[in-house]
């Protein structure tokens, strides 16, 4: 097992779009299981095999309290979603520190393979049709902040620039200490 580095906004490797899995064998199913191990790790209740540097379609999720609840979903496609809609503030792992309403499909029915290659529909409300719905937009390359103004979206940004160039200088200064002790 291993913990996959997670790729950051305003990265430009997470617009691109995911292709679908061709065999669902052992490279798929360890990396769904390194997938779940990185997920748990970031206190997350999802993350897309985009957000890892993997564009191939896969979807790693458990909304579970316990976190014993693991669901693989591999080439998912939406089969039906509810006219109504439901907003709730979102995060999102490749946007640390970050939380902004979005409005979605309150329920959502979709197609998808699990980690044995076996095809199962999914019948989908609440968080885990929120979570499902932000884990397939990261196989098309979109996040949740896409739904926010450009305004609103340049300020985050520029914000999580601002600390990812801050934490660069941070590591810098850790090797050279190390370096010189
Ligand atoms: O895709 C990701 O980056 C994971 C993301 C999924 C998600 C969270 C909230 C709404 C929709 C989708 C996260 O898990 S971010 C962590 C988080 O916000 C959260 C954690 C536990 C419970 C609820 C939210
Ligand atoms: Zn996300």
């Not at 617009?15 to 206190?43: C, K, N, S, W």
């Not at 540097?53 to 999720?61: R, Y």
């Not at 979570?131 to 520029?158: N, P, W």
Request: charged share 30%.
């Amino acid at each position: 097992m291993a913990l996959l580095p997670i790729l950051h906004f305003p990265d430009a490797r997470l617009q691109r779009t995911a292709r679908p899995v061709l065999a669902v064998d052992a490279r798929i199913r360890q990396l769904a299981a390194d997938m779940l191990e990185t997920m748990y790790a970031a206190h997350g209740i999802g993350l897309a095999a985009t957000q890892v540097n993997v564009d191939e379609q896969i979807i790693v999720i458990d909304i579970s309290e316990e976190k014993n609840a693991p669901q693989v979903l591999i080439n998912p496609t939406l089969l039906w979603q509810s006219e109504e809609r439901v907003e709730g503030d979102e995060g999102c792992l490749s946007v640390p520190g970050i939380y902004e309403k979005v409005q979605r499909a309150a329920e959502v029915r979709v197609r998808a393979l699990d980690a044995e290659g076996a095809e199962r529909d999914i019948a989908a409300s609440g968080l885990l049709a929120v979570c499902i719905q932000h884990e397939m937009d990261h196989l098309k390359g979109r996040l949740f902040v896409d739904y926010l103004s450009a305004l609103k979206r340049g300020r985050i940004r520029t914000r999580l620039l601002k600390e990812q160039r801050q934490a660069q200088r941070e590591e810098k200064e850790r090797v050279r200490r190390e370096g010189a002790a």
